[in-house]
């Protein structure tokens, strides 16, 4: 069965760190681009990051810029989200998906992709 599976979220004081996993089984994460995506209760899903299938190359929303840092090991066949100097406002589920085709390159925060895979989400909480 092919699915996404995130682990690694938890409750973090303000200042923290966590890092996300995203592991995939069914099949190979090698040629899909991985987003990283968040959404809190009674607010839009909003693009957090995502890494390209062809060279890893990372893009982020600027919001997490310079706190956040996404990688891939594709021997593992997942994807990792390193989430520092966490804040309050990043309290939300965090979700992983796949897209074979999306250009990680041209990727946006707010921009709606048909994601091939999705995973069920991981609650991150920060307190202050």
């Known amino acids: 069965q092919e699915q996404l599976v995130e682990s690694g979220g938890g409750l973090v004081q303000a200042g923290g760190s966590l890092r996300l996993s995203c592991a995939a089984s069914?099949?190979?994460?090698?040629?899909?681009?991985i987003s990283w995506l968040r959404q809190d209760p009674g607010k839009e899903r909003e693009g957090v990051s995502c890494?390209?299938?062809?060279?890893?190359?990372?893009n982020y929303a600027d919001s997490v810029k310079g706190r956040f840092t996404i990688s891939r090991d594709n021997p593992m066949n997942t994807v990792y989200l390193e989430m520092n100097s966490l804040k309050p406002v990043d309290t939300a589920v965090y979700y992983c998906?796949?897209?074979?085709?999306?250009?990680?390159?041209?990727?946006?925060?707010?921009?709606?992709?048909?994601?091939?895979?999705w995973g069920q989400g991981t609650q991150v909480t920060v307190s202050s």
């Open positions: 998906a796949a897209d074979f085709i999306l250009d990680a390159t041209r990727w946006v925060p707010g921009g709606k992709y048909e994601y091939d895979y």
């Open positions: 890494i390209s299938s062809a060279d890893d190359t990372p």
């Open positions: 069914g099949f190979s994460l090698d040629y899909y681009a």
